[in-house]
């Protein structure tokens, strides 16, 4: 079954950096996208950026340049770097795929999300 766990999440300074990481493992017939959306206490759901199978970063514009999308293929795994953390980050983040379990099965698969918090 496929599944996506997130870690990497935590306590960090304002100003500070860290770096996010989404385990990929299961069976499936082809991955479109690997992404990151987060949730803070009180908000929906606000999307973050996304990475295609062939490497290309599409991002959210109220990441204003902070945040960095990756793909590491050999590990099935994606990781978000975020740089300058503000306080209005502290959010839960998840990890999000897009992919097929067969040739016209398209599915989404989210992992269970990891808490970042960042202080002031």
């Known amino acids: 079954q496929v599944q996506l766990v997130e870690s990497g999440g935590g306590l960090a300074q304002a100003g500070g950096s860290l770096t996010l990481s989404c385990a990929m493992s299961?069976?499936?017939?082809?991955?479109?996208?690997m992404g990151w959306y987060r949730q803070a206490a009180g908000k929906k759901r606000e999307f973050l950026a996304f990475?295609?199978?062939?490497?290309?970063?599409n991002y959210a514009d109220s990441l204003k340049g902070r945040f960095a999308i990756s793909r590491d293929i050999a590990k099935n795994t994606a990781y978000l770097r975020m740089n300058s953390l503000k306080p209005e980050d502290t959010a839960v983040y998840y990890c999000?795929?897009?992919?097929?379990?067969?040739?016209?099965?398209?599915?989404?698969?989210w992992g269970q999300g990891t808490q970042v918090t960042v202080s002031s």
């Open positions: 999000q795929a897009d992919l097929l379990l067969a040739m016209s099965d398209r599915r989404e698969y």
């Open positions: 990475i295609t199978a062939g490497g290309a970063a």
């Open positions: 299961g069976v499936i017939y082809a991955l479109n996208t």
